[in-house]
């Protein structure tokens, strides 16, 4: 059995890995997708459930109309074409934790079609990944193997979870490497927080993914023996996957045999995959029309309103908090990160003399403690406006960066906002220049030896005065406009 530790360079270098992606995920809705029953993760065991969801005789489904108006925001930032009209269909199987006997899901005729995101080329560059469609269904029930006495001989059904409504996300198979597959996951999981659609919250199901993996010599006409992982709870395994698979399948191919179309498992602690069931033939669910619902209609005029609460997507915010607020690449991409730790940054930025002091305090000063401490922004004893506050008294020349400093550390000690402290240690940088320049002259005339030193080309001795200076000042004095007072000072001494 093949053990996927090739380490011969050469032997991958034969072979072009081809990954397509399968993203399930959960919509933020307050309701089921067909039923009134509450949408929401947890719960006693089928408390959340109705005559619809538990799939009884005479049961008709309704479809949620909020379902539909985010499946339309998420297709439209994925650069989806979404179809004015789509058909639901029955998805036939038989699985314990699917009491109709079928899944509600959508087939030959999805809500939308067509779409792409962009990846890092790797030399500074991008390439678009394709994105075939975005189609409505509902998830299923959840089958529980473990956590109760009995566990060894009976599996248990929650079917808290039927009805819940989802979006397929299915990709070309256009990506080739497992960065390219981990990039491609973390802007759609971008893109979906900030259009607000759902929480992508993997430990909770979320978001669900389910990578395809073939490989193929360069240069062949066709594409290799795909299988598919499945199940796979993060980013990062999904990557460590990829990267096992490609390797197993490298290695069954060199060695004569065939890769076995198959869905297989990943085992995090052991970094390998499983096979899991057989997809040597491709499964007949028997699609048809489902006779209880209508065709979906999604005129322009419907969707034209719904694309109304479409926010400014991550990409396009980068690009303007660079241009307006002057951040760097960097900064900007660390604010527009979230949606609302950008909307933060933003809010304090039209409000303070400087945008960019607030982007330096809010991601060196305040984030910087909020990490040690175990705290959210949200938590931060130093409010916006104390962020604020902070940055003109800088601007203006009131405070230094040192004293700003530990203005920062009695706030986050004694749990007070900033402006509370500053008010209390009214602490003033000195910047009347007569004052600094008696202060140096006091430190010049101290230190005759220092001065010589100076004098003799040993310039660095500079700093030897500023630290005099600023310990006479108790920290006060203006930094600048100490170092080119003492500069000054000592070429005229």
Request: glycine share 6%; hydrophobic share 40%; with cysteine.
């Amino acid at each position: 059995m093949p053990t996927a530790t090739i380490d011969a360079t050469d032997v991958l270098a034969k072979y072009q890995p081809v990954i397509g992606l399968e993203v399930h995920v959960q919509l933020l809705t307050q309701t089921k997708a067909f039923c009134g029953c509450i949408n929401q993760y947890g719960g006693e065991p089928n408390t959340h459930v109705c005559p619809v969801c538990l799939g009884l005789p005479g049961a008709l489904p309704v479809l949620n109309r909020q379902a539909v108006e985010f499946a339309v925001l998420a297709s439209k930032a994925l650069n989806l074409t979404i179809n004015e009209e789509s058909v639901f269909a029955r998805k036939n199987y038989f699985y314990p934790d699917s009491p109709k006997g079928y899944q509600i899901s959508q087939f030959d005729k999805p809500l939308a079609e067509n779409g792409w995101l962009d990846v890092s080329d790797g030399k500074g560059g991008t390439r678009r990944i394709g994105i075939t469609r975005l189609h409505m269904e509902e998830d299923a029930g959840k089958s529980i193997h473990d956590g109760f006495a009995d566990s060894a001989n009976h599996t248990y059904i929650d079917l808290n979870r039927c009805g819940t409504p989802l979006v397929e996300i299915v990709s070309e198979p256009d990506l080739r490497t497992p960065e390219e597959a981990y990039e491609y996951l973390t802007k759609l999981k971008e893109i979906l927080l900030y259009t607000g659609v759902s929480d992508c919250n993997m430990e909770e199901g979320s978001l669900r993914c389910d990578a395809n993996v073939s490989v193929m010599l360069k240069g062949a006409p066709e594409y290799g023996t795909k299988a598919e992982v499945k199940n796979v709870n993060s980013f990062r395994f999904i990557r460590d996957a990829i990267h096992y698979e490609i390797e197993r399948q490298v290695e069954v191919v060199e060695s004569g045999a065939r890769v076995v179309q198959e869905s297989r498992l990943y085992n995090s602690a052991e970094g390998r995959t499983y096979s899991m069931r057989s997809k040597e033939a491709a499964h007949d669910y028997r699609y048809f029309p489902e006779p209880d619902l209508p065709t979906l209609t999604v005129e322009a005029a419907w969707r034209d309103e719904i694309l109304k609460a479409l926010p400014e997507l991550p990409e396009a915010k980068r690009a303007r908090l660079i241009a307006e607020y002057d951040l760097t690449p960097q900064d900007a991409a660390t604010f527009a990160a979230t949606r609302s730790f950008a909307d933060t940054f933003e809010a304090a930025a039209k409000s303070a003399k400087s945008p960019k002091r607030v982007a330096s305090l809010l991601l060196g000063e305040l984030t910087g403690r909020l990490n040690a401490a175990g705290l959210e922004l949200a938590q931060s004893p130093v409010s916006m406006t104390g962020v604020v506050q902070a940055a003109d008294l800088l601007e203006e020349g009131k405070l230094s960066s040192k004293q700003l400093k530990g203005l920062f550390d009695i706030a986050f000690e004694k749990g007070e906002d900033f402006g509370v402290v500053y008010d209390r240690e009214k602490p003033e940088q000195i910047s009347d220049t007569g004052a600094i320049e008696t202060m140096i002259d006091e430190v010049i005339a101290a230190n005759p030896k220092q001065v010589e030193q100076y004098k003799g080309g040993k310039t660095t001795v500079s700093a030897f005065f500023v630290g005099q200076v600023m310990r006479l000042s108790k920290g006060q004095a203006n930094p600048a406009l100490l170092n080119e007072l003492v500069v000054k000072k000592l070429n005229a001494a």
